[in-house]
């Protein structure tokens, strides 16, 4: 969420809110109720035994429950450049990043809502967004539709899937173009851009559970139903580790408050 755009779905906030704020938001009032914070990389778990184990490199935490919120990334394209220009001029997140790159014009792969979300956003900065959809129609919502064909800044390239990546890395690293190929003929061709984004969906943060946890084909958490419970009692799943279907600020904010209660009740009747 913190990577997210302007979010509108959230209740109590009409005018919307940019999902770094919404996060900064949640962790100042988590804080109010005595929750600690800290800022570091889980590299290994164990769910084999009680107390659960917990590594952060070599530091050691040790929890009667667990709440497994590690929600889903960006997918990526698959391309050298991604790796080459990462940071300097590929992205995954037009709120992060999109300020860099004004007057520019900029190319966003993807048909579904986050892509014309972001699209949008980028027209606030942008002289030119390309939109590049290797299918002649889109995936997202009507009213997403809407909104970015509506917008003259943005130009629609249907039928076109992006093979390489080109730019300068001397002096600056820097973007120049891509290469589009259509999806129907194979012809390719290359445009100048000076930014990418990347949208064309999330995979979920669910590495670190393999083997210890049931996991759909996708990767996502497997529950109980009507609950956050996982098939290992004392570990719980919210927020979209879990969630292929609806991925909401507000549902993964719903399911967190399922998954608190879920491991409250679990913890009292395990008598601690």
């Known amino acids: 969420m913190s990577d997210s755009p302007t979010l509108h779905n959230v209740l109590i906030i009409p005018q919307g809110l940019l999902g770094p704020e919404l996060m900064d938001l949640f962790q100042k009032q988590a804080e109010r109720f005595g929750t600690q914070v800290e800022y570091k990389v889980v590299t290994r778990v164990d769910l084999s035994e009680r107390p659960f184990k917990v590594w952060c490199d070599d530091e050691l935490y040790l929890g009667k429950s667990i709440i497994i919120s590690t929600g889903a990334e960006a ?39 986050t892509a014309m979300e972001e699209a949008n956003y980028l027209t606030r900065h942008c002289s030119k967004v390309y939109v590049i959809h290797r299918r002649d129609s889109l ?33 600056l690293r820097k973007v120049t173009g891509i290469t589009l190929e259509d999806t129907v003929t194979g012809e390719r061709r290359q445009m100048e851009v000076q930014g990418l984004f990347v949208a064309i969906g999330h995979k979920p943060n669910s590495e670190l559970f393999q083997g210890a946890l049931d996991m759909d084909d996708l990767g996502y958490l497997i529950t109980e139903p009507y609950s956050t419970r996982t098939k290992v009692p ?11 279907v609806y991925r909401q600020a507000v549902t993964a904010a719903g399911t967190g408050c399922m998954a608190a209660i879920d491991a409250e009740r679990w913890l009292e009747s395990e008598g601690h």
């Open 75 to 113: 997918k990526w394209i698959g391309l050298e450049g991604e790796k080459t220009f990462g940071g300097f001029g590929v992205s995954a997140c037009a709120t992060c990043d999109g300020a860099f790159f004004k007057q520019m014009k900029v190319a966003v792969v993807g048909g579904g809502d």
């Open 139 to 171: 995936r997202a919502s009507k009213i997403m539709q809407e909104r970015a064909l509506a917008n003259p800044k943005i130009e629609f390239i249907w039928n076109a899937q992006v093979v390489d990546i080109h730019g300068d890395t001397e002096p």
């Open 234 to 244: 004392g570990v719980f799943a919210c927020g979209d580790v879990m969630d292929r």
